[in-house]
């Protein structure tokens, strides 16, 4: 017997396919599109027939997945990348992703697996970035490792990995200003600040930063002013190829540089003040 | 001296490979913690009895806990695991607790001493404890590093023991 689970989002699919096995009853209870692949599954007298190629199928089947199958996670991401290319028209919403569902053969029904205002086809599109921008970075360290490459000072290094991080937005550019104030919805901030912050770690890290003390913080936090200050400035550019983007984000990474140096006065001003009063109080209790 | 614990540190993803990254993140930050405000605790305690006859003990004990603060360091770059961000307390805390015990004259230090590294070596313990029943094999290094540094905060406990008893 081949049981099937619906994700969590839809109960109803699920007492209705397990109905469906025991009274071996045709019809879908929610009309949808006979295409539908993963709720027509046949009853176990037809384990033979239905569509070829890989079907999705849910993890959690008790053992009966075999190695073919792919789990729902790698499903969605599969959806929600179809999906993006229909962003441009639709923007980012359960239009962009019914019509990627449709792409891969799959039921416009499926967009219902996700959240309706289109942040997760957001976050996914983000989390896509963010791996492509440490690829690039990984290669980049590597060529510098074997020798093939030069280490670029800092200050180069953090402007050309934020302008192409921002660069990906391009072809989205239209509809990004609609996906920010998406993301800043107070129950989608946990996640696109996480990635917003392992994002500009990585930066870093492949940027050479080793700070173990209160720098780490301060670093990251200046880069992400860097980082959102641009991408809203981009937002509002309309040179060609963004020229204006860029040369604002030259003149705030050279700030960053410099406001580096001024931080390191005020320290040391502030060891020498301290040390005075050390030596005062020593003075004193001699 | 502390004893050589060499680090073969081959890259910060080969350390990142396979472990559990929470516990290790928590263990190196906490540790790293403790060991820069134990050297601002020294630090202190130099400030007011650098110049007395306990200076240089003092100042052997301090220099053992500089060099765990470097390991920890390399460590944190390794493991990628973030700074705790009370660093700047405890560098006032610290120095303010080591130089406290220390206005109290010699002994009043050597109590702090023996107090903080009663409860370093506590931590140490538990934290072999946990890294034991997580998977001894894969973090050998790790707990290589950890008994070593718990013998060490161990020798300057009863080292303040002495000066305690004596003076």
Same mark, same amino acid.
């Given at each position: 017997?081949?049981c099937q689970l619906s994700p969590p989002q839809r109960p109803l699919q699920a007492s209705a396919a397990l109905?469906?096995? %025991?009274?071996?009853?045709?019809?879908?209870p929610l009309?949808s %599109?006979?295409?539908q692949?993963f709720d027509?599954h046949?009853?176990?007298?037809?384990?033979?027939? *239905?569509?070829?190629?890989?079907?999705p199928s849910y993890t959690g089947q008790g053992?009966?997945e $075999?190695?073919?199958?792919e789990s729902e996670e790698q499903l969605q991401h599969?959806i929600l990348?179809?999906?993006?290319?229909?962003?441009?028209?639709?923007?980012? %919403?359960a239009?962009?992703i019914?019509?990627?569902a449709?792409?891969?053969?799959l039921s416009?029904a499926a967009a219902g697996m996700f959240h309706s205002d289109?942040s997760d086809?957001?976050l996914h599109?983000?989390?896509?970035?963010?791996?492509?921008? $440490?690829?690039?970075?990984?290669?980049?360290?590597?060529?510098?490792?074997? *020798?093939?490459?030069?280490?670029?000072?800092?200050?180069?290094?953090?402007?050309?990995?934020?302008?192409?991080?921002?660069?990906?937005?391009?072809?989205?550019?239209?509809?990004?200003?609609?996906?920010?104030?998406?993301?800043?919805?107070?129950h989608?901030?946990?996640s696109?600040?996480?990635?917003? =912050? %392992?994002?500009?770690?990585?930066? /870093?890290?492949?940027?050479?930063?080793?700070?173990?003390?209160?720098? /780490?913080?301060?670093?990251?936090?200046?880069?992400?002013?860097?980082?959102? =200050? =641009?991408?809203?400035?981009?937002?509002?550019? $309309?040179?060609?190829?963004?020229?204006?983007? /860029?040369?604002?984000?030259?003149?705030?990474?050279?700030?960053?540089?410099?406001?580096?140096?001024?931080?390191?006065?005020?320290?040391?001003? *502030?060891?020498?003040?301290?040390? *005075?009063?050390?030596?005062?109080?020593?003075?004193?209790?001699? | 001296?502390?004893?050589? !614990?060499?680090?073969?540190?081959?890259?910060?993803?080969?350390?990142?490979?396979?472990?559990?990254?929470?516990?290790?993140?928590?263990?190196?930050?906490?540790?790293?913690?403790?060991?820069?405000?134990?050297?601002?605790?020294?630090?202190?305690?130099?400030?007011?009895?650098?110049?007395?006859? &306990?200076?240089?003990?003092?100042?052997?004990?301090?220099? @053992?806990?500089?060099?765990?603060?470097?390991?920890?360091?390399?460590?944190?770059?390794?493991?990628? &695991?973030?700074?705790?961000?009370?660093?700047?307390?405890?560098?006032?805390?610290?120095? !303010?607790?080591?130089?406290?015990?220390?206005?109290?004259?010699?002994?009043?230090?050597?109590?702090?001493?023996?107090? !903080?590294?009663?409860?370093?070596?506590?931590?140490?313990?538990?934290?072999?404890?946990?890294?034991?029943?997580?998977?001894?094999?894969?973090?050998?290094?790790?707990?290589?590093?950890?008994?070593?540094?718990?013998?060490?905060?161990?020798? @300057?406990?009863?080292?303040?023991?002495?000066?305690?008893?004596?003076?």
């Amino acid at each position: 017997v081949r049981c099937q689970l619906s994700p969590p989002q839809r109960p109803l699919q699920a007492s209705a396919a397990l109905r469906r096995v %025991s009274d071996e009853k045709k019809k879908e209870p929610l009309g949808s %599109s006979p295409q539908q692949q993963f709720d027509s599954h046949p009853a176990d007298h037809q384990p033979e027939q *239905g569509p070829q190629g890989p079907r999705p199928s849910y993890t959690g089947q008790g053992g009966q997945e $075999s190695e073919d199958y792919e789990s729902e996670e790698q499903l969605q991401h599969r959806i929600l990348t179809a999906a993006l290319e229909f962003v441009p028209e639709h923007g980012w %919403s359960a239009e962009a992703i019914a019509e990627g569902a449709k792409t891969l053969g799959l039921s416009v029904a499926a967009a219902g697996m996700f959240h309706s205002d289109g942040s997760d086809l957001i976050l996914h599109f983000v989390s896509q970035c963010n791996t492509k921008l $440490s690829e690039l970075l990984e290669q980049e360290q590597k060529l510098v490792q074997l *020798g093939e490459a030069e280490k670029k000072p800092t200050d180069q290094f953090l402007r050309d990995a934020v302008e192409v991080r921002l660069r990906m937005l391009i072809p989205y550019i239209e509809k990004w200003p609609q996906a920010l104030s998406i993301l800043l919805l107070p129950h989608n901030i946990p996640s696109s600040l996480n990635l917003l =912050t %392992s994002m500009i770690d990585d930066i /870093w890290h492949y940027a050479g930063d080793q700070s173990t003390d209160f720098n /780490w913080y301060t670093r990251r936090a200046v880069l992400t002013g860097i980082y959102n =200050t =641009t991408e809203l400035v981009m937002m509002q550019d $309309s040179s060609p190829d963004f020229e204006e983007t /860029w040369r604002f984000l030259e003149n705030r990474v050279a700030d960053a540089m410099n406001m580096g140096n001024t931080a390191n006065q005020v320290q040391s001003t *502030g060891e020498a003040v301290v040390q *005075g009063l050390m030596g005062a109080a020593v003075t004193v209790s001699n | 001296p502390a004893g050589g !614990v060499s680090l073969r540190l081959c890259g910060t993803r080969a350390a990142s490979e396979g472990v559990n990254k929470p516990v290790i993140d928590r263990i190196i930050r906490v540790d790293h913690a403790g060991e820069y405000g134990a050297n601002r605790i020294y630090a202190g305690q130099m400030a007011v009895l650098g110049r007395s006859s &306990v200076g240089p003990i003092i100042q052997q004990m301090w220099n @053992h806990e500089k060099e765990h603060l470097a390991t920890f360091s390399e460590l944190m770059v390794a493991y990628r &695991v973030r700074p705790t961000a009370l660093l700047p307390l405890w560098n006032v805390a610290g120095f !303010v607790l080591g130089a406290g015990s220390a206005f109290l004259g010699k002994k009043g230090a050597m109590a702090c001493t023996v107090a !903080v590294e009663e409860s370093i070596s506590d931590h140490y313990n538990s934290q072999i404890r946990t890294l034991m029943e997580e998977d001894p094999e894969k973090y050998k290094e790790l707990l290589q590093i950890i008994k070593q540094f718990r013998d060490d905060e161990r020798e @300057h406990h009863d080292i303040g023991i002495e000066h305690d008893a004596e003076a």
